[in-house]
């Protein structure tokens, strides 16, 4: 079992940045693949950003590729989501997930069902 618990969400203007950080307990952190996704109220929840358990790859979703960056730490067990010039429809719950897949497609990690483990999600408002 992994557990998982997002922080760092909140409300904020548009354009500014923000960090979402995901602690990860329970079993080798190192050795899952792990991803962000987002979902509003009656939508499906949708892939934003993935990286492999080495932190050699990382993937996005085209709304948030050169915005977006994802990024692990595996001495510490996190992973982040540095969101930069936040846009008024990046507003979401955001949640992080770990996969003990291998790759399948690309990009890679961009499916729900390739992850074993979900956080509970953090909130993320932007206004203009």
């Known amino acids: 079992q992994v557990q998982l618990v997002e922080s760092g969400g909140g409300l904020v203007q548009a354009g500014v940045s923000l960090t979402l950080s995901c602690a990860a307990s329970g079993r080798t952190f190192s050795s899952y693949a792990m991803g962000w996704f987002r979902q509003a109220p009656g939508k499906e929840r949708a892939f934003v950003a993935a990286i492999n358990w080495r932190a050699g790859s990382t993937y996005y979703a085209d709304s948030v590729k050169g915005r977006f960056t994802i990024s692990r730490d595996n001495a510490k067990d996190t992973v982040n989501l540095q969101m930069n010039s936040l846009k008024p429809e990046d507003t979401d719950v955001y949640y992080c997930?770990?996969?003990?897949?291998?790759?399948?497609?690309?990009?890679?990690?961009?499916?729900?069902?390739?992850?074993?483990?979900w956080g509970q999600g953090t909130q993320v408002t932007v206004f203009s």
């Open positions: 997930a770990a996969s003990s897949r291998y790759c399948v497609g690309y990009p890679c990690y961009a499916r729900r069902d390739e992850y074993d483990y």
